[in-house]
């Protein structure tokens, strides 16, 4: 079974940095593209970048290109989200996701490739 635990989340003011990590533990973490997906108040859960096994692969949504970067550390069997000039869009609950994936530059912006997910942290960014 795997198993995926975020941490980071918090409040923080407009214009202002948090970095998101999620542990995954129970299979070998290099096997699995990850993405991490929120969910902010009254809308829907969206996507918010994704990273393949091997980490040379990227993508973002448009609203954080340029201000979020996800990465990798398969030492540490750990995903990572750095969040710079946080804005208000930004609140919600962020959750991380893992995807078993065959190919190392395989990765998905589509929440149901994803078969595991963690309990999500939360990320509040006031004005």
């Known amino acids: 079974q795997v198993q995926l635990v975020e941490s980071g989340g918090g409040l923080v003011q407009a214009g202002g940095s948090l970095r998101l990590s999620c542990a995954v533990s129970?299979?070998?973490?290099?096997?699995?593209?990850m993405g991490w997906f929120r969910q902010g108040p009254g809308k829907e859960r969206e996507f918010v970048a994704a990273?393949?096994?091997?980490?040379?692969?990227?993508y973002y949504i448009d609203s954080v290109k340029g201000r979020f970067t996800i990465s990798r550390d398969n030492a540490k069997n750990t995903v990572y989200l750095q969040m710079n000039s946080l804005q208000l869009e930004d609140t919600g609950v962020y959750y991380c996701?893992?995807?078993?994936?065959?190919?190392?530059?395989?990765?998905?912006?589509?929440?149901?490739?994803?078969?595991?997910w963690g309990q999500g942290t939360q990320v509040t960014v006031s004005s």
């Open positions: 996701a893992a995807s078993a994936a065959v190919f190392s530059n395989w990765a998905s912006r589509v929440a149901h490739d994803y078969a595991y």
């Open positions: 129970g299979r070998t973490f290099s096997s699995y593209a």
């Open positions: 990273i393949s096994r091997s980490g040379g692969i990227a």
